[in-house]
């Protein structure tokens, strides 16, 4: 009898593992890094962070060149106001400068749609530098959707690192 | 004596529980289920003068039907004999081994760079020649041949146009210290006889084949722009399609090879369908919405296009008449669907599905409108319909690598290919091949 028991309860067991999701949903995890204070830390692969960082002498050096955002958001956080300020007078004071904002995404997704939540992204910049007293003139805009990630990894680390836009000094 | 009757009872019960959601999941994990029929592809012979053939065409032959997923060839050394022609063939022994249909054929030098290649496919069980063909071929082209008679094989013995002889294109990227190197790649539907296109350190995207398989229509970061080209394999020469400012991407040729639907972005970065006559380079806009519209695609009568929207808040697929009008949106499950793409016959639409926290193939067939998640994994994107509608290409992972797969359209039969080494992404199956 309680060989049956024995078989009951695993054959139980097996229904109930059967029945179960193991598959995580990233679209639980939440939040991002705050990359507000961090220099260009030009990622892997990533070239093109060599160019355009010509910047004046008299420029805090340590302004930042990186605009993080959250999941499948391409609002502008309020922390980023203050930074997104400095490089608007940065524009308006010599309007020979120029800037290009380039957008990126996770990986996630499809590769064509990651393009376009990227240049939202550049666009949000483009809009509050704009506002803030930039000329249109001054500002291009590129996307790179996950072309070009900053970080290599399948993780909600690398992702928030990638959802991300760079301003590059152009001159 | 009820106390063991009813415990029985029970036992069956949940065995039948158990072994109904076992098998909803079996679907999705499964890499090859159904049966594969044996068959023999006997070594073919040899008339020439070299030692042996150029090229091992009955090895070739049995690579395709098992990498079909339905077929599974004996090998030669379980063989009883070894015709090369239909006289030679003593069904008997072929009985014996249960093999279902035997493959037999030679190849003869004709000539310095010249050969000739036949073959005959027999039914064991009928004791009858299904299809025999003879067919020229030089060293260059005797693989491509190899293919074709696979091809009919497989159309023979299933009723379905076989896709040995096409060819897929993709992206590699590939580290070189610092830095990337992206090249665009055509090869042999096997992975074979690779040739590169175009080889950039900046990222190529979304390569679409023309309907005459001779041009390759692709976006390049080159100069940290995105700009589309129409390239001419044959030439190697390329047109600089659309270089607008904003983004330029999302290429695919109609069917008639003179247009291409195209996603702008202008300097607002308001990314929108359009359609570009390749010769004037006129343009039609088809969506004004504030939402991101991209990666369109025709339908096979030229009449449509079906693209990602995220106008109702995610990205799900939409269809819209080439003269413009109300988009209507064709996918309602789950949160988000993107990137569509048609099959030949215009029965199905692959598309790149959120399934439980996973982005995967799923097919919808657009006349009873099942919907099917077709892969397993994580991040699997990019599908393209093979152009027999019957079997799908697209990118999955292998750990940091981006790995192509291929599955039947009804998800049962899924294969990989190759190792995962390298970093692939972005496969498109060709049309078949204009003779």
Not at chain 2, 209 to 224: N, T
Request: glycine share 10%; aromatic share 8%.
């Amino acid at each position: 009898m309680s060989h049956m028991r024995l078989i009951l309860i695993s054959l139980l067991s097996a229904v109930l593992v059967g029945c179960a999701s193991n598959i995580p949903d990233p679209e639980a995890t939440s939040g991002s890094t705050d990359g507000s204070d961090s220099t260009d830390t030009s990622g892997y692969g990533d070239s093109s962070g060599m160019d355009g960082e010509n910047m004046d002498s008299d420029v805090d050096d340590e302004m930042g060149m990186i605009i993080y955002f959250d999941f499948d958001q391409s609002d502008l956080k309020p922390e980023y106001g203050d930074l997104l300020a400095r490089h608007a007078g940065k524009l308006s004071n010599s309007s020979r400068t120029q800037v290009r904002l380039e957008g990126h995404a996770d990986e996630r997704g499809s590769r064509e749609y990651n393009i376009g939540l990227g240049e939202r992204r550049s666009q949000a910049v483009r809009r509050m530098l704009l506002i803030q007293g930039a000329s249109s003139n001054q500002i291009s805009t590129v996307s790179f959707g996950e072309e070009r990630p900053a970080a290599m990894g399948s993780d909600e680390g690398s992702y928030s690192q990638n959802r991300r836009v760079e301003i590059k000094y152009l001159n | 004596m009820q106390e063991t009757l009813r415990t029985w009872a029970l036992a069956c019960v949940l065995l039948l529980l158990a072994s109904h959601s076992w098998a909803e999941l079996q679907i999705e994990i499964t890499q090859g289920a159904g049966r594969r029929a044996p068959v023999a592809v006997v070594p073919f012979g040899w008339e020439g003068g070299d030692a042996s053939a150029p090229l091992d065409i009955s090895g070739v032959i049995g690579a395709d039907l098992t990498r079909s997923g339905r077929f599974a060839p004996i090998p030669p050394d379980d063989m009883l004999q070894m015709p090369t022609t239909g006289v030679e063939v003593d069904f008997d022994d072929w009985s014996i081994l249960g093999v279902e249909a035997v493959v037999v054929g030679r190849v003869t030098q004709t000539g310095d760079n010249a050969y000739s290649v036949q073959f005959q496919l027999f039914d064991v069980f009928k004791r009858e020649q299904l299809v025999g063909y003879r067919m020229p071929a030089s060293r260059g082209t005797m693989r491509r041949v190899a293919h074709r008679a696979a091809d009919m094989i497989f159309e023979k013995l299933t009723g379905i146009q076989g896709v040995f002889a096409t060819q897929i294109a993709y992206v590699t990227a590939k580290e070189n210290g610092r830095n990337r190197i992206f090249t665009l790649v055509v090869s042999d539907s096997d992975g074979e006889n690779e040739n590169t296109i175009m080889e950039s350190t900046d990222p190529i995207m979304s390569p679409a084949w023309s309907p005459d398989s001779r041009r390759l229509a692709y976006v390049s970061f080159e100069g940290d722009r995105s700009t589309v080209f129409v390239q001419t394999l044959r030439t190697g020469n390329r047109l600089k399609v659309s270089d607008r400012r904003g983004i330029n991407g999302a290429p695919a040729f109609s069917p008639d090879g003179r247009k291409l639907v195209l996603t702008l972005g202008g300097a607002d970065g308001n990314l929108d369908i359009f359609i570009m006559d390749i010769a004037t380079k006129d343009i039609t806009r088809l969506t004004t919405n504030r939402a991101i519209d991209t990666e369109g695609t025709w339908s096979p009568d030229g009449e449509q296009i079906y693209f990602t929207s995220d106008r109702s808040g995610g990205p799900q697929v939409y269809r819209v008449g080439i003269s413009g009008g109300t988009p209507e949106r064709i996918t309602f499950e789950g949160s988000y669907n993107a990137r569509p793409r048609l099959s030949p016959d215009g029965s199905k639409l692959a598309m790149v599905h959120l399934d439980r926290g996973n982005y995967r193939i799923a097919v919808l067939d657009l006349e009873n409108e099942n919907f099917l998640v077709v892969s397993a994994g994580r991040q699997d994107e990019s599908p393209s319909f093979a152009p027999n509608s019957d079997t799908l290409i697209y990118a999955t992972r292998a750990g940091r690598n981006g790995v192509l797969e291929t599955v039947s359209a009804d998800g049962l039969i899924r294969q990989r290919m190759g190792s995962g080494r390298a970093d692939v992404r972005e496969p498109v199956w060709s049309p078949f091949p204009r003779l």
